[in-house]
């Protein structure tokens, strides 16, 4: 089992910034992804951005240029630097960890809501 903590949402007016934090702990395995996804009312989650262990990351065209994934591995540790944050960024945003071994093993965090507005 691996176990993921949140930290880092909030409000901000349009073209702020926030930075999201998720921990994660408990059976890593040396091969795995871990990621972001968000889901706004409504709406079906969606990936936001993801990053491997070995440094690889993925981003939704809609993000690009504006968000930054990155990792410490020391620290099992993913971030999201959110910059020229838009009203339609606001959703609640989940992290995501794979582990990869015989099949994929996905865990999920409990979500932290990000609100951008005036």
């Known amino acids: 089992q691996v176990q993921l903590v949140e930290s880092g949402g909030g409000m901000v007016q349009p073209g702020g910034s926030l930075r999201l934090s998720c921990a994660a702990s408990?059976?890593?395995?040396?091969?795995?992804?871990m990621g972001w996804y968000r889901q706004a009312p409504g709406k079906q989650r969606e990936l936001v951005a993801s990053i491997t262990s070995g440094g690889s990351t993925n981003y939704a065209d809609s993000v690009k240029g504006r968000f930054t994934i990155s990792r410490d591995n020391a620290k099992n540790t993913v971030y999201l630097q959110m910059n020229s944050l838009k009203p339609e960024d606001t959703a609640v945003y989940y992290c995501?960890?794979?582990?990869?071994?015989?099949?994929?093993?996905?865990?999920w965090g409990q979500g932290t809501q990000v609100t951008v507005s005036s």
């Open positions: 408990g059976s890593i395995f040396s091969i795995n992804t």
């Open positions: 995501k960890h794979t582990n990869y071994g015989l099949r994929l093993y996905d865990y």
